[in-house]
């Protein structure tokens, strides 16, 4: 006899437990370029209550302000969360700031664009510092027993 999968719930979390996305690097910068949504892979990491994101976006392509979505959802047991971040950001250029140790949660000092490995390097490897204005998240859970 097989056991019947268990029922999960969508809970809907506050800005300050959405922020919390330890445990997942990866994400996916949202925009619109030409009247066209556009997402991109990223890799991110907190810098003094901003989010660093790295990815392959032209930097002309990204608007002023810009949405971040990460998920961490388990395949087994489809429980996790997802969170989305909105606001503005700013093109990291200056290479002096991209070269520096920065105090990077977790990440001991090192330089942005080595703790934050991108898949490609060229012109279209963006790193962008994004100041939250909008949080919003889920967390799937297992539903209680009744």
Same mark, same amino acid.
């Given at each position: 006899?097989?056991?019947?999968?268990?029922?999960?719930?969508?809970?809907?979390?506050?800005?300050?437990?959405?922020?919390?996305?330890?445990?997942?690097?990866?994400?996916?910068?949202?925009?619109?370029?030409?009247?066209?949504?556009?997402?991109?892979?990223?890799?991110?990491?907190?810098?003094?209550?901003?989010?660093?994101?790295?990815?392959?976006?032209?930097?002309?392509?990204?608007?002023?302000?810009?949405?971040?979505?990460?998920?961490?959802?388990?395949?087994?047991?489809?429980?996790?969360?997802?969170?989305?971040?909105?606001?503005?950001?700013?093109?990291?250029?200056? +290479?002096?700031? #991209?070269? %520096?140790?920065?105090?990077? !949660?977790?990440?001991? &000092?090192?330089?942005?664009? @080595?703790?934050? =490995?991108?898949?490609?390097?060229? +012109?279209?490897? #963006?790193? %962008?510092?994004?100041?939250? !204005?909008?949080?919003? &998240?889920?967390?799937?859970? @297992?539903?209680? =027993?009744?």
């Amino acid at each position: 006899m097989s056991t019947p999968p268990a029922s999960l719930r969508m809970v809907e979390v506050s800005g300050a437990e959405a922020l919390w996305l330890e445990g997942s690097s990866l994400g996916r910068l949202v925009y619109t370029q030409r009247d066209q949504t556009v997402v991109r892979p990223g890799r991110h990491t907190w810098e003094f209550g901003r989010l660093v994101v790295r990815t392959p976006a032209p930097v002309a392509a990204v608007p002023a302000t810009t949405t971040y979505h990460v998920d961490e959802i388990r395949a087994v047991g489809g429980t996790g969360r997802t969170v989305t971040l909105s606001g503005p950001v700013d093109v990291i250029t200056d +290479p002096d700031e #991209t070269a %520096l140790p920065h105090c990077l !949660k977790g990440m001991g &000092g090192a330089p942005i664009q @080595r703790t934050l =490995a991108g898949w490609t390097h060229g +012109p279209h490897d #963006t790193l %962008l510092r994004l100041r939250p !204005k909008t949080v919003t &998240g889920i967390r799937l859970a @297992r539903a209680e =027993a009744r």
